[in-house]
């Protein structure tokens, strides 16, 4: 049986740490103040500064009764259910999806098969049901690195998965504003649709707004690119986008914004429909990129399948293959089918070289004719 054991992942702070520990029973005598001759002037010498404390997150480790579980390395996350997921919500993963095939049966992704069984959560991106929803509970889901979030609205009783946002829990409450602003709020309010309030009102971790009504800087995930579809940006672990600039088009008087946009974590600005969806907050289990398996077995466990390298196969097999020792043969870097593998001036699309030729203008034209 595994026995778990919390440790801080900076290794070379566990010796200072473990040197300054003491009893909070103990108690410590104040520190004695150091004066002069004259009572008037009193000199307050201030103690030593204290140690720094760990910092970062923790892992979960296990004693390495086994070399399989001597590496293994996992986030905490003890908030999440122990139970069985919602049944109607999911259904099982067969045929050829496990192995990386299509529909015609072709292999698309390699390094594919096998396993655990697992059943799939069909996860609510669109968000179009108003009305409040409280969040039942936080579950775990095999086929993707964030956690899911059961929900079930107030109204209609019907429950949902969505992704959970990072620090949601059990018995928190979320909405939806797709579907416009309610008369509620609009009249606690006043009568009258303030931007400044309406933000303070509706951008809470879990809410789902259109681009149009989430402010300036803020940090979402679930990010929409067209307007009544699902989202499709920043749905992994730990990921999240943040609000540049509204492009409005109208008068001074009457502005209305055009496209939102927005900066994924990987440096790119895009532009998305001003009533695409959005969830405020950061996608839950920002330490998943922090695992380790432990293990080849692990990685088995998790449909995926060896990767070979091609300098280690057959001539037959790879272009790199074959050889005696290790050689790929004078060959430059290419894939299993022989296409270019490194190397931009190779792997980027050809030019077209009609694109940036300037075509000449007839010597006669624009020339005034002559008068004979």
């Not at 968000?127 to 964030?146: Q, T």
């Not at 969505?162 to 949601?168: C, D, P, W």
């Not at 939806?176 to 609009?186: K, M, N, W």
């Not at 429909?273 to 293990?295: E, H, Y």
Request: glycine share 10%; with cysteine; hydrophobic share 30%.
């Amino acid at each position: 049986m595994l026995q778990p054991r919390i440790r801080p992942i900076c290794t070379q702070c566990r010796s200072l740490l473990s040197s300054v520990r003491r009893n909070y029973a103990t108690a410590t005598e104040p520190t004695p103040r150091s004066t002069t001759a004259t009572q008037d002037a009193v000199v307050y010498t201030p103690p030593s500064a204290p140690i720094r404390k760990a910092t970062g997150f923790e892992m979960r480790t296990y004693k390495p009764r086994t070399p399989g579980v001597r590496h293994l390395r996992r986030p905490i996350n003890d908030h999440l259910w122990k139970g069985k997921p919602f049944d109607k919500l999911t259904f099982a993963k067969v045929g050829h999806g496990k192995g990386g095939r299509n529909n015609s049966g072709r292999v698309v992704m390699r390094h594919r098969g096998g396993g655990h069984r697992r059943r799939i959560r069909t996860v609510d991106y669109v968000r179009a049901a108003p009305g409040k929803h409280i969040v039942e509970r936080i579950e775990y889901d095999p086929n993707r690195s964030a956690h899911l979030a059961l929900i079930e609205s107030v109204k209609t009783k019907e429950k949902s998965y969505i992704i959970a946002a990072e620090g949601m829990r059990a018995g928190d409450t979320v909405e939806s504003f797709l579907s416009g602003v309610t008369r509620d709020l609009i009249a606690s309010m006043g009568g009258v649709v303030d931007p400044g309030m309406l933000a303070a009102k509706t951008a809470f971790r879990g809410n789902c707004l259109p681009m149009h009504m989430v402010p300036l800087g803020t940090q979402i995930y679930n990010v929409g690119s067209t307007a009544g579809k699902g989202a499709v940006f920043c749905r992994s672990a730990g990921t999240y986008a943040t609000v540049l600039s509204k492009e409005e088009t109208g008068s001074e008087t009457k502005k209305k914004v055009k496209v939102v946009l927005v900066r994924l974590q990987s440096g790119e600005v895009r532009k998305v429909d001003k009533d695409a969806c959005a969830t405020i907050g950061v996608s839950s289990n920002p330490n998943w990129r922090f695992r380790q398996l432990g293990k080849a077995g692990r990685s088995r466990w998790l449909n995926i399948r060896p990767t070979v390298r091609g300098l280690a196969m057959n001539a037959s097999d790879h272009p790199h293959g074959g050889g005696r020792g290790k050689s790929k043969g004078n060959v430059h870097p290419v894939s299993i089918w022989g296409t270019p593998a490194k190397g931009g001036f190779k792997t980027r699309a050809k030019r077209n070289p009609n694109k940036y030729v300037v075509k000449e203008r007839p010597r006669n034209q624009g020339k005034r004719k002559r008068d004979n």
